[in-house]
């Protein structure tokens, strides 16, 4: 079995965004929905209502931008790295949206959530420290 | 009963889209070049295999399951368990794709899930 454990520079741009545009993309998505009321999920007409407002909304379409320029990176690394690898790195989003929080939107984050952005860090620097693709070439 | 069955779709079906979705890009090929036009033409050809519809197809009844499940259940008791995913996503991956899943990058993985759950439940 060929191991290909080189960790390359387009893996590691990639993953920065990914990880970047994945909580950018969070964060805009419910500042914009939480900006038109929420939705009802009771009922199929509550869903499609509150939806409706969401993309009369500037933040949701930023928000989805994001979330397509994530899906794109993820779609990318996916090409060449183990999805194994790739799946738990971006869990690095956690930790950015916690951060953005409360940098930018000034929230209070309790002890226990900064715990817990800790241990996914270390969690994903663990995982990063694992060759990038282990499966058999298929190429 | 149906919260547990609905989270049982969540983790299982969408870590299984997320394996198709992979199986779907494996078989394209790493991609070697980033101009918009290539990458274009590589989500074109991602698209034209049939693992990618079927990915997306469960994503996608993953995501809804998961919609019906956040307006049933508290987010603080719903994510948590669907960080569960890194875990059955890791299996899959040994099963279906043939990675080598060593015990760091276990370790790592289980560090994810824990934090993820300290993360909402702090």
Not at chain 2, 99 to 104: C, G, K
Request: proline share 2%; aromatic share 12%.
């Amino acid at each position: 079995m060929k191991l290909r454990g080189r960790f390359r520079l387009k893996t590691r741009v990639l993953i920065v965004l990914m990880v970047l545009f994945g909580a950018l993309g969070d964060v805009l998505l419910g500042k914009g929905m939480r900006q038109t009321g929420g939705v009802a999920l009771t009922s199929l007409r509550g869903i499609f209502d509150g939806l409706d407002l969401g993309f009369h909304n500037h933040l949701v379409w930023m928000g989805i931008l994001s979330l397509i320029v994530f899906f794109v990176c993820y779609l990318l690394l996916l090409s060449w790295a183990d999805y194994s690898f790739v799946t738990p790195t971006s869990a690095a989003s956690y930790a950015v949206v916690t951060i953005l929080g409360w940098m930018v939107l000034g929230e209070t984050v309790p002890s226990g959530r900064w715990l817990g952005v800790l241990v996914i860090c270390f969690g994903v620097f663990l995982v990063g420290r694992t060759p990038s693709r282990t499966d058999t070439e298929t190429e | 009963m149906r919260v547990w069955l609905l989270l049982a779709v969540v983790v299982l079906g969408g870590t299984a889209g997320e394996i198709a979705v992979t199986r779907a890009m494996k078989q394209i090929g790493e991609v070697h070049h980033f101009h918009p036009r290539a990458l274009l033409g590589v989500l074109g050809r991602a698209f034209r295999v049939k693992w990618m519809w079927l990915g997306l197809g469960l994503l996608a009844m993953g995501f809804f399951s998961l919609l019906t499940l956040l307006s049933w259940e508290n987010v603080s008791f719903v994510v948590p368990l669907t960080a569960l995913s890194y875990v059955v996503g890791a299996l899959m991956a040994k099963l279906f794709l043939g990675e080598e899943v060593d015990q760091i990058r276990w370790m790592g993985v289980l560090l994810v899930v824990l934090g993820v759950v300290l993360v909402y439940v702090g």
